[in-house]
């Protein structure tokens, strides 16, 4: 180890599934990296459903307990194993997202982390505030990798997003205006939303009360749909779309992982396309970090965040479980 790292740390462990009682903050050794690991200062970290469902839910099998959750943060480079170089330098500031974290190994939700160095990220240390830097990563791997990798959106195409409101849809709709989507449509359940939507650059917004494609007529449909809800909605959704149009599942607000009855044949339009979008690690480190946070930085694409301390940890798993807010939240250290 290269810098003076303190015995104790504060984390957030579940000792076990459960409902947000089981999140305990507690004092617990700082851990020391494995060969091929990086140990970071963890500066902020932000909160997602793929980190509830997998590990304070106890949905994923690889989830073993007791557990620190938690599976991306932002901090500083603070130490290596012993005999091995610092490729990147003590100090660097620095992103990860996945990579096992909050699941085969201890997570984010830290004062330290470690994390196998290939899924670590030098991220551009332009002086944007913490709480947006920690939005950053997960947020924007999602939606750039949903737009671009599975959706191939173009610049002059149409982009409906299904599930607009969520931290996901309102940066999806700030993704899609920078990469030069010609016209974007945003649904969301409340009427009372629709102002939010149209200030984050939504051209159309629809109340969704689960038939949204009535609502689209023929010259209107678009060119591609970004599906957040998941399968509650995605064969409306396919309906949305113009010939050799695509839909893209991504999401799963509406809590469904699968189809209880579907017939390609019937319910995929001809000249319809379906696909999905996970990422992994290996598409986090691939992503083009310095371009995205430029525009961050440039106000190109705004960051709906909201910020919190560790002590909230179980007031903020309160609020996803009730939907989120509309702002990706983030604790700050």
């Known amino acids: 180890m290269a810098t003076i790292i303190p015995d104790k740390m504060r984390a957030v462990v579940c000792d076990?599934?459960?409902?947000?009682?089981?999140?305990?903050?507690?004092?617990?050794?700082v851990p020391t990296p494995n060969p091929g690991q990086v140990l970071i200062k963890v500066l902020a970290f932000g909160i997602n459903r793929a980190g509830k469902a997998s590990s304070v839910n106890g949905h994923s099998p690889t989830v073993k307990f007791p557990r620190i959750v938690g599976i991306e943060l932002v901090g500083r480079i603070a130490g290596y194993p012993a005999g091995e170089a610092a490729s990147i330098p003590l100090g660097t500031l620095v992103a990860t997202c996945m990579g096992g974290l909050g699941r085969e190994i201890p997570g984010s939700y830290a004062e330290y982390a470690c994390q196998s160095l290939q899924f670590v990220v030098p991220f551009p240390d332009v002086g944007l505030d913490l709480a947006t830097v920690a939005a950053i990563p997960e947020m924007l791997?999602?939606?750039?990798?949903?737009?671009t990798?599975?959706?191939?959106?173009?610049?002059?195409?149409?982009?409906?997003?299904?599930g607009s409101t969520s931290s996901i849809g309102l940066a999806a709709i700030q993704l899609g205006k920078y990469l030069g989507a010609s016209r974007i449509g945003a649904t969301s359940r409340s009427?009372?939303?629709?102002?939010?939507?149209?200030?984050?650059?939504?051209?159309?917004?629809?109340?969704?009360?689960?038939?949204?494609?009535?609502q689209i007529a023929a010259e209107d449909q678009y060119d591609k749909v970004l599906e957040l809800i998941g399968t509650k909605t995605l064969k409306d959704s396919i309906l949305c779309l113009k010939p050799k149009g695509t839909v893209c599942m991504t999401g799963i607000q509406g809590g469904e992982w699968t189809f209880h009855d579907f017939s390609p044949i019937t319910d995929l339009p001809q000249r319809r396309r379906l696909t999905s979008y996970g990422g992994d690690e290996h598409d986090f480190v691939s992503m083009p970090w310095e371009k995205l946070i430029s525009a961050v930085k440039d106000g190109k694409i705004t960051i709906p965040v909201r910020q919190f301390k560790l002590d909230q940890i179980q007031e903020i798993h309160t609020i996803l479980e009730s939907g989120g807010g509309g702002h990706k939240m983030v604790v700050v250290l």
């Open 191 to 214: 009427a009372n939303r629709e102002a939010l939507l149209k200030s984050s650059g939504a051209d159309a917004v629809y109340i969704d009360d689960g038939n949204v494609a009535n």
């Open 141 to 147: 791997q999602t939606t750039y990798g949903s737009l």
């Open 16 to 29: 076990k599934p459960g409902p947000i009682s089981v999140l305990q903050i507690k004092d617990i050794p």
């Open 149 to 162: 990798e599975a959706l191939s959106l173009e610049a002059g195409e149409s982009l409906l997003i299904r």
